[in-house]
């Protein structure tokens, strides 16, 4: 029962074997189900099988099997986990006070599997899920700071698992979110894509990026399209208003979080963002990267990231490497100013040559049209002029302007190594060099002003992902709420799943479908035959209809206990390991 085989030295194994020689089989089940390891070995697999779509057990313990854990270790009704308005962390674990730690990367939880946690223990229940609203963009963690590092607010839709962010990890990352439903339905309804299909629903909810004629056949779509779109399309909605979002500090991350429309919208935070812009962002780039072009390691740029860097730990020449590698792909304007000036002294004859051919067509497509252009400006002075032509070709040709041979061929004359020649090269054009916005990330890091922000990804009003109505397709359905319909419903599909509550219909949002799922008959069974499979070894298979039935609503008179069911499918005769007297 415990998913792992004890030594017969253990204490337990003399308390269940007191029970069973008294012939209280109930008693030995039950005191099995109350020791670590039926929840660190036979509960945690079933979360982290349950959290995957390849049902492994090989993958990290996270904030999906963490609920999951916690529903059963504190016996409550196991229906919560797709419901419920809480979840559980990890106490105890260096830097559980930063919640960055749960939010952007689950570094919380990886402890778990590396310094084998008992979570009987540390798993620590938390009322109200909860989003981001903005964070520090920094590597100082939350004990360092005096201040808070992340703003949060509650969740406008909670459900459980589905709004962890594991679940947006796996299931709402691209896509339009129907992958949000197939991976539903398989894990907790143990039912595929293919078996809740329905050729005989409406199609009225299929989306827009759906072609009804593939490869000029509508037939192919009724027979092969329709039936999983009818149903999968109909019930997607309920995600309409969720993604697993990048965050922005005005540059790329790699951040991910969960976002939610109605969150994004009500919290303002694309008035947020566009304040940060205004009031950080594009008044340091307007000074900082002027300066830095000019003043290179003189530049504030320069001293406050590398002192930055040495507060971070790095030796002075650490940082300074650092520094100089940034510096090497950003062109010292004195240098072209200086280069220009020596061209012009000394190739008038090649800047006549130029001059002369300016409409050439030869010439435009290897010097380039627009920079030639300027040697014929009668409103500039013949040195202007030629300035502007060689900026101009710099800028545009770069390794194969005039002024990179040029320079070349000085720094060979003047025998400078390989490797010192390549570093001017590159500078001298601004080889490798990031945007002007990449570029102030690690300076405002430096300054402990870098923000992070949830992408906008949402309708200002409806707060639909815009992922949503992806496609071209008129015909289709535009989602603009998330209420959503159950087209399972028909036929045998009713009896199939088993549909009940006040949602067996559809509804509006996640925790409505949440709500939906765990209400159904199916939802029992499925909880019951994960049991079976993992405490008797073999499977239930479909001629054994009647066993699940029974085993699914021997779960519900349990109150949906988990840890319940447990013992009475180990005790039950179908499961074999008990003998009967």
């Known amino acids: 029962m415990t998913g792992v085989k004890v030594s017969s030295k253990r204490a337990e194994l003399k308390v269940v074997a007191e029970h069973i020689a008294n012939g209280d089989y109930k008693a030995a089940a039950r005191y099995i189900t109350t020791t670590p390891d039926f929840l660190n070995v036979q509960i945690k697999n079933l979360s982290l099988r349950l959290s995957n779509k390849d049902e492994s057990v090989k993958v990290g313990f996270n904030d999906f099997s963490a609920l999951i854990v916690g529903v059963v270790r504190d016996n409550r009704d196991f229906r919560e986990v797709l419901t419920s308005d809480y979840y559980y962390d990890v106490s105890g674990v260096a830097n559980d006070d930063d919640p960055r730690t ?133 019930m997607r909605p309920a995600f309409a208003k969720m993604d697993y979002g990048n965050f922005t500090n005005s540059a790329a991350t790699g951040i991910y979080s969960t976002v939610h429309g109605d969150f994004f919208n009500s919290n303002k935070i694309a008035t947020k963002y566009s304040e940060y812009l205004t009031n950080v962002v594009n008044p340091s780039t307007t000074t900082v990267i002027p300066d830095l072009e000019k003043n290179q390691e003189e530049s504030d740029y320069y001293k406050v990231r590398y002192n930055f860097l040495i507060t971070r730990g790095s030796t002075p020449t650490q940082a300074a490497t650092t520094m100089n590698g940034i510096l090497n792909t950003i062109r010292d304007p004195q240098t072209v100013v200086e280069l220009i000036a020596d061209y012009r002294a000394k190739k008038q004859a090649d800047l006549t040559i130029f001059r002369n051919n300016r409409n050439n067509a030869q010439y435009q497509a290897d010097y380039v049209r627009t920079c030639l252009a300027h040697l014929g400006n009668t409103a500039l002075t013949a040195k202007v002029q030629e300035e502007r032509f060689l900026q101009c070709n710099l800028d545009s040709k770069k390794d194969m302007s005039v002024l990179y041979a040029y320079y070349t061929a000085i720094l060979t004359a003047d025998k400078v190594s390989a490797t010192e020649i390549a570093r001017l090269q590159g500078k001298l054009i601004n080889r490798g060099r990031q945007s002007n916005v990449n570029l102030m990330a690690p300076y405002l890091q430096a300054k402990d002003q870098l923000r992070l922000f949830p992408r906008n990804v949402f309708d200002s009003e409806t707060g639909v992902a815009t992922k949503m109505n992806k496609g071209t397709y008129a015909y289709g359905f535009t989602v603009n709420s998330d209420n959503f319909v159950n087209n399972a419903t028909l036929g045998s599909k009713s009896s199939f799943f088993g549909w009940r509550g006040a949602n067996k219909t559809g509804g509006q949002g996640v925790k409505d479908f949440g709500r939906m799922i765990s209400e159904s008959r199916r939802f029992s069974q499925c909880m019951a035959k994960r049991v079976y499979e993992s405490v008797c070894f073999k499977k239930l298979d479909t001629t054994q209809y009647t066993t699940l039935v029974r085993l699914g609503d021997r779960f519900e008179a349990l109150n949906y206990n988990l840890k319940s069911l447990y013992q009475d499918i180990a005790l039950d005769t179908s499961c074999g390991l008990v003998k009967e007297p």
């Open 102 to 234: 749960r939010f952007y990367n689950q570094n919380n939880f990886t402890p778990v599997e590396t310094a084998f946690l008992d979570l009987t223990k540390v798993l620590t229940y938390k009322p109200r899920q909860q989003m981001v609203i903005t964070s520090n963009d920094t590597p100082y963690m939350q004990k360092e700071k005096s201040t808070p590092v992340l703003t949060a607010a509650n969740h406008p839709d909670p459900a459980g698992v589905l709004t962890t962010r594991t679940f947006a990890e796996r299931n709402l990352g691209g896509g339009s979110n129907r992958r949000a439903v197939e991976f539903t339905l398989k894990q907790f309804l143990c039912v595929s894509m293919a078996e809740a299909a329905d050729s005989s629903a409406s199609d009225q909810y299929v989306g827009k990026d759906v072609e009804r004629f593939p490869a000029g056949d509508y037939n192919k779509y009724l027979t092969s399209c329709k039936s999983c779109h009818s149903v999968m399309d109909g």
